[in-house]
């Protein structure tokens, strides 16, 4: 995944971590965009995001849709489950790369308030 | 738990485990000991008591505030263990369960903080690995 200009670093709140403030509306759709693609083109990836591809694998097709549906606007709790579930895979697969670019050290991310994304 | 460091300035344990339960007793935000679940049987590459971590930045590596959603997220090393000599559990019933723990010296006594499920029992066999990665601590504000 490319995360170029998707994390911007920051000072850290612990000696020897990195921090990154993120926003919603940039490393959600770029994710999720990611995450397809890798799914649909078989791309092959470590352990660590090849579990991840299992999860998005078993989501509802839909899901990937609702995603990007804010919160409010959805009545059905099947809806907002899926949208929920889709999410939280877009940021542990964003996490795990930031993660990896930095080679695993102590990583902070702080992501940023946007209600169109909240869970 | 948490107060009591906080506030009270209490001490930290030295270390945190985490254990694995069998599908016996399902953990809840009402369970508060080990003793209160069933541990996998011991063997072939899983102690009593669990995988040990430390505290500090190797063991829990990444943090994430996520303002949009008024919580923290800690996540854990990966935490490995690998069947030798035998399966894990080398007897009974399958992990169905991970529970994070202190390190009280009695294990039966040792507080459950976290749990994790599984989905299904876990049996891994001679020289395999069972792997729980990136398991998530998550804190509400509200």
Excluded at chain 1, 58 to 87: K, Y
Excluded at chain 2, 32 to 47: K, L, Q
Excluded at chain 2, 69 to 89: C, E, F, H, Y
Excluded at chain 2, 101 to 117: G, L, M, P, S
């Amino acid at each position: 995944m490319n995360l170029n200009g998707l994390a911007v670093e920051v000072k850290a709140v612990q000696p020897g971590a990195r921090r990154f403030e993120v926003k919603p509306a940039e490393i959600y759709p770029a994710a999720l965009a990611d995450l397809q693609s890798a799914l649909e083109a078989h791309r092959a990836v470590d352990r660590a995001l090849s579990t991840y591809k299992a999860q998005a694998v078993q989501l509802p097709p839909e899901a990937w849709g609702l995603a990007f549906v804010p919160r409010d606007e959805l009545t059905s709790q099947a809806a907002i489950v899926a949208r929920a579930q889709a999410l939280e895979l877009a940021r542990l697969w964003f996490t795990e790369y930031l993660h990896q670019s930095i080679d695993g050290g102590l990583l902070e991310i702080r992501i940023l308030k946007d209600e169109d994304w909240r869970l | 738990m948490a107060l009591g460091w906080i506030w009270r300035a209490q001490s930290l344990p030295t270390n945190f485990y985490v254990a694995l339960w069998t599908s016996a007793t399902a953990p809840t935000a009402d369970t508060n000991v080990m003793s209160d679940g069933t541990e996998i049987t011991a063997g072939n590459g899983y102690t009593t008591g669990g995988f040990q971590l430390t505290p500090g930045a190797t063991d829990y590596d990444v943090w994430t505030e996520d303002d949009g959603n008024d919580r923290a997220l800690v996540q854990m090393k990966d935490i490995v263990w690998t069947a030798s000599g035998g399966n894990i559990p080398s007897a009974g019933n399958g992990a169905r369960y991970a529970v994070h723990t202190d390190d009280n010296a009695t294990i039966a006594n040792r507080e459950v903080y976290h749990y994790f499920d599984l989905v299904s029992d876990r049996t891994v066999s001679d020289t395999q690995t069972l792997t729980l990665q990136n398991c998530e601590i998550r804190i509400n504000e509200s």
